[in-house]
C-alpha cells in the first residue's frame, strides 16, 4: 500500500485530471528518494478543482492558508496569490501531527495541459497512476535550480538512459 493510495483511488474513480510531478514522481520514473509529501499538477477547470478540494477534505485534509480552498478555482485569485504572494503550491495537510501534505502547484515552468500530453501512466498494484514524463519532469527541475533538483536531473537521466 502507497502512502497516498487512498487520494489517488478516489482521483482514479472520480476521473480527476492531474499528474504527479515531485519526488513520488521521481521514485516512479526511476530514482530513488525519501519523499512525504505529493506533488500534483491538477487541470484548473472548476469542476476538476472541486473534484480534488472536496477528495482532500473528505480524506482529512485540510488548508494551512485561511482561505476557502475552492478558491484556488477562480483564474483571477491563482494569478493574485502567484504575484503579490509569491505562490508556487496550495498546500493541504493531514493533521498538526501528521506528515501527510498534498501540493496543488500553481506556478510551474510546466503547465497541466503541457504535462498531460506525453505523462506517462504507471501501474501501482491496481491504480493507474498519471506520472509527468522525463523530459517534463527534468524542465520542472532546471527551471527551479535548486541543487537537490540538479541531483535529480542526473539521476533521472541515468535511470531513463537520457542525455
Sequence with gaps: ?????????????????????GGVAFNLLGGYRNTLDLDILVEMSDNNLFK??????????????????????????????????HMKAFNFYKGERSYEEVDIVIDSSVGFDEAIKD?????????????????????MKKASGRGKDLEDIKAIRQARGLK
Design 1 to 21: 500500500m502507497i502512502l497516498y493510495e487512498e487520494i489517488l483511488r478516489e482521483f482514479q474513480k472520480q476521473k480527476v485530471k492531474y499528474v504527479l510531478v
Design 52 to 85: 480534488v478540494v472536496n477528495i482532500l477534505k473528505d480524506a482529512g485534509y485540510h488548508v494551512k492558508q485561511p482561505v476557502d480552498p475552492i478558491r484556488i478555482a477562480d483564474k483571477l485569485t491563482r494569478e493574485d496569490w502567484i504575484k503579490n504572494k
Design 119 to 139: 505523462a506517462l501512466e504507471i501501474k501501482v498494484g491496481t491504480l493507474s497512476l498519471k506520472v509527468i514524463s522525463p523530459r517534463k519532469f527534468i524542465k
